[in-house]
C-alpha cells in the first residue's frame, strides 16, 4: 500500500531527473516526459478506483507509525484531485511537444515540468502540514523555474513579482506551522483535529486560521491577495501558463478546504466569515478585471481569480451541498481552464497574436478550434447542458438553501459577465475578420504540430461534455467527498489507528 | 584573486575541508550532521578553491559538471528509499546490514540511511556549485 501511494510524487520525480539529465538529447527527453505523464495518470486512476470502492488509503512512509512519522492519506478529495492532475499533465505533455521551443528544452523544461507535477501530487497525498509546505517549496521552485526559463526579459520582470509574493506566503506558512507546533505538538493532520479539538474556541486558534488563510490564500490568488497572478501569468510560453491555471492555485484551494474542514473545527464563526467575504470579493475583481482586459491570455488569468472565489464561496458556506458544489467545480474548472489556455496558444499560432483587436478570422481557419473553443468557454460560463452549468447550479442551491440570497446574486452576475468577456474573445478572435491578412489554417501547421496541438484540446473538451452531459456519477461523488469532508471520523482512524507493517 | 598566500593555504584547507565534510556525513545519524551540511561544507571547499586558483581550476577539479552531480545525487537518494520495496516494507524505510556484529559487538552500521544521506550529499555540493559557478562567471 506505502508504494501505490507514494507513486504519484515518486514517478514524476525519477522521470523529471531523469528527463533533466538527458535534456541536451531532446528526443530522449520528451519521450522520458511522456511515459511519466501516462504513467502518472495510470496510477492516479488506480489510486481513484481503490479509493472509491474502500474509503480512505493510508501508508507511513519509513514504517514510523502516525503521528511520529510522514503519513501519506488519500482520501475521496485527494483522489479526484489527483486524478484530475494526472489528466491534465498528459494534456500539457502532449500539448507542450508543440508549444515548447528547442531552446526552453535544452535548458530542461521536461524536467521542471515533471519536479512540478510531483509537488503538486505530493500536496494531494501528504496527511501531514509540514510535509505540505515542503510539497509547496517544490512547486514553488519548479513554476519559478518554468516561468524564467528562456530567459526574456518580460518573464524575469514577472517571474520575480511572482516568487517575491509567494516567498510572503510560504513565509506566513512557515510561521503558522510553527505556532500550531508549539501550541499542540504535533503537525499530522488527522492528529492536529484532535489536539486543535481540545483548545476549544480560543484566540490562538483563530489567529492561526487567519494566518492559514494568508498563506494558503496568495497560492490560491484569494482577494485582495491575487495581484501576483496577473502580473506573472502571461509571461511564459502558453504550455507553462496552462498547468499553472489548471493546477497551482488549486493547490491553495484545495490547502484551504483540508485545513478548515480536517483541523479547525467547523464552528469557526469568525474565519467563515472572512472566507466568505474573501470569495465573494475574489468573484467580482476576477471578473472586473477581466471585463477590461483586451489580451487573450490576460483575460483567462483574470478568470481564474473570479473562479477561485466559486471555489472558496463552496467551502465558506459550509454545508454538504456547499462543499459538493466545491468539488464539481473544482474539476470542471481545472479541465475548462486548462484547455481555454491550451487552446488560446494554438490561436495564438494560428493568427499571429494574444492581442485581440490584432486577431480574428479563426473560425473561418478552423471550425473545428471553434468548436473546441465554443464548448470550453460556454461551459465556463456556466451554460447548460456543459459541465459549469451543474457546477454553479449547485452553489446557487447551496447559498439559497443557506438563505443567502446575496451570494446567489453575485454568483449569478459574475456568470454574466463570465459570459460578457467569452463573448468577447469569441467575436475578436473568432467571428471577425482577421485585420492583416486572415489566420492560418490548422493544416498549414504540418501534422505531428497539429496532433500535438488538437489531441490533447479535443480529449479536455470531451472531459468537459461527458460531465455536463451525464453528471450523476461526479455529483454523487462530490456529495460522498462532502459528507467524508464534513465527518472526519473515518479519515482521522484510517491514520491513527494503522500499525506499522 | 592572484594571492600567493592564500594559494599555498587553500592546498591544504581544501583537503582538510573535504576530509571534515566526510566526517559531517557519517557522524550524522546519530548526532549533529548529516548529507545536508555535510554538502554546504564540501561546496565550501570548491568555492574557496575556486577563489583562490579561478573558475576554471575549480571547474576541472570537480572533474563532471556540477548540475549532473546533483541529478545523481538525488537519483541515488530515491533510488535508497526505493530499496525498501526489495524488503517489502514502505517507502524510505531504513534496512541496516551490521557487517562482524555479534551478540556483544553491534559491528559496522551499514544501512540505505547512509546511501540515502550520500545522495543529498552529492545533490546538495552539485546544486550549490551550480548556482555558483554561473553567478561568479556571469
Not at chain 1, 485581440?356 to 465554443?374: H, W
Amino acid at each position: 500500500m506505502g508504494w501505490l501511494l507514494a507513486l504519484p510524487f515518486l514517478l514524476p520525480i525519477a522521470s523529471g531527473l531523469l528527463a533533466f539529465a538527458a535534456r541536451r538529447n531532446t528526443g530522449l527527453a520528451r519521450g522520458i516526459s511522456l511515459l511519466g505523464c501516462g504513467l502518472l495518470l495510470l496510477v492516479t486512476a488506480w489510486i481513484f478506483a481503490s479509493v472509491s470502492r474502500q474509503g480512505p488509503l493510508v501508508a507511513q512512509m519509513g514504517n514510523w507509525p502516525a503521528p511520529f512519522g510522514i503519513t501519506l492519506v488519500v482520501d475521496r478529495l485527494s483522489a479526484i484531485m489527483l486524478l484530475v492532475t494526472g489528466l491534465v499533465g498528459l494534456a500539457v505533455g502532449v500539448f507542450a511537444l508543440a508549444d515548447i521551443d528547442r531552446r526552453r528544452e535544452r535548458l530542461g523544461f521536461q524536467g521542471f515540468f515533471q519536479l512540478l507535477l510531483a509537488g503538486v501530487c505530493g500536496s494531494f497525498v501528504t496527511g501531514d502540514l509540514f510535509n505540505l509546505y515542503v510539497w509547496f517549496e517544490v512547486m514553488l521552485i519548479a513554476s519559478f523555474a518554468l516561468l524564467v526559463l528562456g530567459g526574456e526579459r518580460q518573464q524575469v520582470d514577472g517571474g520575480i513579482k511572482y516568487v517575491a509574493l509567494n516567498l510572503v506566503s510560504t513565509l506566513l506558512m512557515l510561521t503558522a506551522i510553527g505556532l500550531v507546533y508549539g501550541l499542540t505538538g504535533t503537525l499530522n493532520l488527522a492528529d492536529l483535529h484532535l489536539a486543535i479539538a481540545a483548545q476549544g474556541e480560543s484566540v490562538a486558534v483563530n489567529a492561526l486560521a487567519v494566518l492559514l488563510i494568508g498563506a494558503f490564500g496568495i497560492k490560491a490568488a484569494l482577494f485582495p491577495l491575487f495581484f501576483w497572478l496577473p502580473a506573472s501569468y502571461h509571461v511564459p510560453p502558453v504550455a507553462v501558463t496552462a498547468v499553472f491555471a489548471g493546477l497551482l492555485t488549486k493547490v491553495g484551494v484545495y490547502a484551504l478546504i483540508r485545513t478548515f474542514t480536517l483541523v479547525f473545527p467547523a464552528d469557526l464563526e469568525f474565519a467563515h466569515n472572512l472566507l466568505l467575504v474573501a470569495a465573494l470579493l475574489t468573484m467580482l475583481t476576477g471578473v472586473l478585471g477581466a471585463a477590461a482586459q483586451y489580451e487573450f491570455r490576460r483575460i483567462l488569468a483574470f478568470h481564474i481569480i473570479s473562479q477561485i472565489g466559486f471555489l472558496v464561496l463552496g467551502l465558506a458556506l459550509f454545508t454538504p451541498l456547499a462543499l459538493a458544489g466545491a468539488v464539481f467545480y473544482m474539476i470542471h474548472n481545472i479541465v475548462a481552464k486548462t484547455n481555454l489556455l491550451l487552446i488560446s496558444g494554438t490561436v495564438r499560432r494560428m493568427a499571429g497574436s494574444f492581442e485581440l483587436a490584432q486577431i480574428g478570422g479563426v473560425y473561418r481557419a478552423s471550425p473545428l478550434m471553434a468548436t473546441l473553443f465554443f464548448i470550453a468557454a460556454f461551459s465556463l460560463a456556466g451554460f447548460p447542458p456543459l459541465s459549469g452549468f451543474w457546477a454553479k447550479l449547485l452553489l446557487v442551491t447551496a447559498s439559497l438553501e443557506e438563505a443567502s440570497y446575496w451570494v446567489a446574486a453575485v454568483l449569478l452576475v459574475t456568470g454574466a459577465l463570465t459570459l460578457f468577456s467569452m463573448s468577447k474573445i469569441w467575436a475578436e478572435a473568432f467571428w471577425k475578420e482577421h485585420p492583416g491578412g486572415g489566420a492560418l489554417a490548422l493544416a498549414a501547421l504540418g501534422r505531428p504540430e497539429q496532433w500535438q496541438r488538437v489531441v490533447p484540446s479535443l480529449l479536455l473538451v470531451l472531459v468537459t461534455v461527458a460531465m455536463g452531459i451525464y453528471p450523476e456519477p461526479l455529483i454523487t461523488f462530490a456529495r460522498d467527498t462532502a459528507d467524508e469532508l464534513l465527518n472526519p471520523a473515518g479519515y482521522i482512524d484510517a491514520v491513527l489507528s494503522q500499525s506499522p507493517d | 584573486m592572484n594571492s600567493i598566500i592564500l594559494q599555498g593555504a587553500t592546498r591544504l584547507l581544501v583537503a582538510l575541508i573535504l576530509l571534515f565534510s566526510v566526517y559531517m556525513l557519517l557522524r550524522g545519524h546519530n548526532q549533529p550532521g548529516g548529507g545536508f551540511i555535510a554538502g554546504l561544507i564540501a561546496a565550501a571547499a570548491f568555492i574557496l578553491y575556486a577563489l583562490a586558483w579561478g573558475m576554471a581550476a575549480a571547474r576541472a577539479s570537480l572533474r563532471v559538471a556540477p548540475a549532473r552531480l546533483a541529478a545523481a545525487g538525488a537519483l541515488l537518494a530515491a533510488a535508497a528509499g526505493s530499496l525498501a520495496a526489495l524488503a517489502g516494507l514502505p517507502p524510505f524505510t531504513g534496512l541496516w546490514l551490521f557487517i562482524g556484529g555479534s551478540e556483544t559487538a553491534k559491528g559496522i552500521p551499514i544501512s540505505n540511511v547512509l546511501l540515502f544521506d550520500t545522495g543529498i550529499y552529492l545533490a546538495v555540493v552539485g546544486s550549490v556549485l551550480t548556482l555558483f559557478f554561473v553567478l561568479e562567471e556571469d
